[in-house]
């Protein structure tokens, strides 16, 4: 019940901005991003809309699949 409050707190009912970037030498911002909701950026990573990769990984500073890092903030370079 506690995390369910957290995320409509979070804004959860109307999505999460989410930057993807993909580390190809050096990390650049995927074509499309920032996404509105973690379905759209899971969409344009080849993976299933519902999958829970992001909400996993978002915010962590690790690559997922030593590729994609998922944040809620646009990296300043």
């Known amino acids: 019940m506690l995390s369910k409050k957290f995320t409509v707190e979070k804004g959860g009912r109307s999505g999460f901005i989410v930057h993807v970037y993909?580390?190809?030498?050096v990390m650049e911002e995927?074509?499309?991003?920032?996404?509105?909701t973690y379905g759209e950026a899971h969409l344009a990573i080849d993976l299933n809309p519902r999958s829970r990769?992001?909400?996993r990984n978002i915010d962590t500073d690790k690559l997922f699949k030593g590729i994609y890092l998922f944040t809620s903030l646009l990296i300043k370079k």
Do not use: C, E, M, R
């Open 22 to 25: 993909k580390k190809d030498g």
């Open 30 to 36: 995927i074509k499309g991003s920032p996404f509105k």
């Open 53 to 55: 990769a992001i909400s």
